[in-house]
């Protein structure tokens, strides 16, 4: 167990535990049913593999606007948790932003900066690899101009709309208005092999089981109905509540993603994920299964990432691919719920720059988060989900609020 596992959370984890059995839910039969489900997608992406196609949807970004993505494409996607989207951007201007973005860490002294602050976080400490090369940079230009663009807005809106947002629980969140959700940028060098992630989720770890709202979110599985489960509802969604720790999200998002700065693809140093949106069925009632201590979520500790193992997850694991090759401008989208990492070597020849940006719709947790980040962009610090390292307080060519577009001023949460 982790030494963040406090006696405090073990016993609301046995006590969760105690209850769910006392309810009468039979959690072997429940997980031999999703056993069943997942271990056919996998069998279908092995196959995938195998014939030398990549499991991971592919669509051109004009699909989406124009409206041209069918039911069946529809369907695959949200079974796979994953799309690219190609040519979201021009490559012309993400090389332009690129090529600013390798200035503006250069020329503010960000290395040198860095070694001055302990700005190394813990929360991917219990991973087998170390940290990749992100950079604790929110409000640059290209960052700042990709979040609040019209191509990410248009993108958002459809991705939003892939989820059922209205449920008997309420109109969870609002598709068309997006929340400016400020993370880092990711500038790998080639050649590094000690700045991989090995297979986790984010935005929750054991609060998956113990938080009253994620009780909720996976309420079909632990009451053995799972053929209502759905990825995809946000009933409850936007109610779980998260152990603070100074990377966890605290916004609800659709999606997790970034775009990509420079080409990259298998063996760059990049993303690999289990493409298969049901995945966190499996994890959570695997959990639950008699050979998994009383007080342990295989392996799950807050405060942490959520981490993936050989030792309790090697079947989901052999679903682990990585994303086909991306060039600049390809946008890169996954559920909240799917498993990912990075690449431990990067074995190109060249950067592998994103930026991280995702999709976080309105609604009350994410306004919320708006107004403390709001503070924090106007004083050019740390975004309040990660370390207070406040780098680009004095930084030249930051962002700044004059130069935010209407749309711009709305998602950053100015009002309309």
Not at 55 to 61: K, L, Q
Not at 251 to 264: I, V
Not at 321 to 346: A, S
């Amino acid at each position: 167990m982790s030494e963040t596992m406090t006696d405090d959370i073990r016993r609301e984890i046995s006590d969760f535990k105690t209850h769910l059995k006392e309810s009468g839910a039979d959690v072997a039969a429940t997980f031999a049913a999703v056993d069943a489900a997942v271990e056919t997608q996998i069998q279908t992406i092995e196959a995938e593999v195998a014939a030398g196609e990549s499991p991971i949807p592919v669509h051109d970004y004009t699909e989406v606007a124009s409206g041209r993505i069918d039911d069946a494409a529809t369907a695959r996607i949200k079974e796979r948790g994953v799309v690219i989207l190609r040519k979201t951007f021009d490559a012309d201007r993400v090389t332009g932003w690129n090529e600013w973005l390798m200035d503006y860490v250069a020329r503010n002294n960000y290395f040198e900066r860095q070694k001055e602050k302990d700005g190394m976080d813990k929360y991917f400490a219990n991973l087998s690899s170390s940290r990749p090369q992100i950079f604790g940079l929110y409000w640059s230009k290209p960052q700042m101009e990709a979040r609040t663009s019209e191509e990410l807005a248009t993108a958002r809106r459809w991705l939003n709309r892939l989820w059922q947002f209205d449920s008997k629980n309420g109109i969870e969140f609002d598709p068309d208005r997006e929340c400016l959700y400020a993370d880092r940028l990711r500038q790998r060098e080639p050649g590094d092999n000690t700045l991989g992630l090995s297979p986790h989720v984010d935005g929750g770890s054991v609060e998956r089981w113990i938080d009253p709202g994620y009780q909720q979110v996976y309420r079909h599985l632990l009451s053995g109905d799972v053929s209502s489960y759905d990825p995809f509802d946000a009933a409850f969604r936007t109610s779980t509540k998260e152990i603070p720790s100074p990377a966890v999200c605290s916004m609800f998002r659709t999606y997790q993603g970034w775009t990509a700065l420079s080409r990259q693809g298998p063996g760059d140093g990049t993303l690999n994920i289990v493409p298969i949106a049901n995945a966190m069925a499996w994890v959570i009632l695997r959990a639950l299964q008699d050979d998994v201590a009383k007080d342990d979520l295989c392996g799950a500790a807050p405060s942490r990432a959520l981490t993936i193992s050989e030792t309790y997850h090697a079947k989901l694991l052999r679903a682990y691919v990585p994303i086909p090759v991306v060039e600049p401008g390809d946008t890169v989208w996954w559920h909240p719920d799917v498993i990912h990492g990075v690449e431990d070597k990067h074995t190109g020849t060249s950067y592998s720059n994103v930026m991280y940006i995702g999709a976080a719709p309105a609604c009350d947790k994410n306004d919320r988060f708006l107004a403390k980040q709001l503070k924090a962009f106007e004083a050019g610090e740390s975004s309040p989900d990660f370390a207070a390292e406040n780098y680009e307080v004095d930084f030249d060519g930051r962002f700044t609020p004059d130069m935010l577009s209407p749309l711009g001023r709305v998602q950053m949460g100015y009002g309309d």
